[in-house]
């Protein structure tokens, strides 16, 4: 008997407004514990919200990149439940009434061919706060409420998904999809974008669900995705066995690899939500909704096939350039009006991106900007530099944020083009690799690089390659 996959997301992403759902304090990551709160995102008596126009709009336009529906009314309602992070004992959110539903979003399946995994909804939120436990076991907890009143959005998916492979594409969509409608950077290490999993297993075929099992909290796709493996192997096996599946929370230990029980649920919570009293109804006219769909920016999929026609780039050059938004843009800004984009397009693929995972940084960080990358590219073009003295030349341009212009004239790098002087430094090459030149002239034709790096050493890498290798081959020949 074969099984197949039934898969959910859930998913939150944090909105990058400066201030937060419902007050004003600020939004910033990292700062003192308790040092951005206030009557309002404490829910202190008498404190009343007042809702953040910009995270409504950060909203909308999400919910028109995933193809959702707009709603022209939404509320926002009381969720229930008592947790220590939670100083109110509710969070205020979206239920029957969300702002954005019934969108989808395009992946490959694990055939490569396209398909749609629908968006049930996406709603906003506020977040709670954050516990920090001793490392001691029996030693106390504390609570930072920093987090609490930041804005999230909630997107959750219709159960489209069937493989963990398809869940990874999925979360990476998302993700690019956040980041080039910069409403939120995604940065999973700061909490930004957190997922919760449902999975059931299913006789292949069928079109019921199975025996629903959550897994909470994880904030890396590669976990998300060892996860989903972990699960599909265990439910297999205890369907296989004939034994029947119980209801559970469960938790992700990257330790072991492995999803462990939190609880049993039995039956969905009761949140007791009901509408907010504090807050009116978000109305919305349809020249609001289309003024934030005409800013809409170019989506990752549309930036792929664009940069692909627009500059002559393979399917793999556009699915690394435009994983992020900044690097698309990188690349743009260094590539437009220039002969050879691809040629740039590979020195990104390649030096580029070594520099930022040697030294991780994101593109933000470095000093080589698009236009000093022209600089050395221009300087390439020209014969001033060889390749081989560009690297070391971009490497220098990293570190200092000079640009190759300046470097090469302080470290006096440019290319020997001057054929005399060549001609010179190969005959002295030849005259003193005698044997080396006897077994070219032998037909052992392998020894002539040999030769090119000891002319090229000579001349500290300096000597243009093209001529090196022209002459050298003219006086072996001759």
Known sequence: MSFEAVIGLEIHIQLNTQTKTFCSCSTSFGDKPN?????????????????????LNKGIMAGLALKCEVAEFSIFARKNYFYPDLPKSYQISQYESPLNKGG?????DDEGKKRKV?????????????????????????????RCGVPLLEIVTEPDIRTPDEAYRFLQAIKEMMQYTEVSECNMEKGELRVDVNISMRNFGDQGFGVKQEIKNMNSFANVKRALEYEVKRQTKILRSGQKLIQQTRLFDVSKSATVPMRMKEEAHDYRYFPDPDLVPVTLTHDQIERIQNSLPELPQNKRER???????????????????????????????????????NWILS????????????????????????????????????????????????????????????????????????????VETIEENEKVVRDYRDGKKKVFGFLVGKVMQKTHGKASPKLVNEILREKLES
């Open 351 to 426: 030096e580029l991106i070594r520099v930022l995972n040697e030294r991780r940084i994101e593109i933000d960080d470095c000093k080589v900007t698009p236009t000093k990358l022209r600089d050395l590219f221009d300087l390439m073009d020209s014969k001033v530099i060889s390749g081989k003295i560009a690297k070391a030349v971009f490497d220098d341009m990293v570190e200092s944020g000079q640009s190759a212009s300046e470097i090469v004239e302080k470290k006096g790098l440019k290319q020997v083009t001057d054929r005399a002087e060549i001609v010179k430094v190969i």
């Open 118 to 146: 629908g968006i049930t909804r996406a709603h906003l939120e506020e977040d709670a706060g954050k516990l920090i436990h001793d490392e001691n076991p029996k030693g106390p907890s504390f609570v930072d409420f920093n």
């Open 307 to 345: 940069l692909k026609k627009q500059y002559n780039l393979t399917d793999y050059d556009v699915e690394v350039l435009c994983s992020s938004h900044k690097l698309a843009n990188y690349f743009e800004a260094a590539a437009n009006g220039y002969k050879s984009p691809k040629k740039i397009a």
């Open 35 to 55: 040092s951005h709160t206030c009557p309002v995102c404490l829910g202190l008596p008498g404190a009343l919200p007042v809702f953040n126009e910009q995270a």
């Open 104 to 108: 989808y979003v395009l992946i490959n």
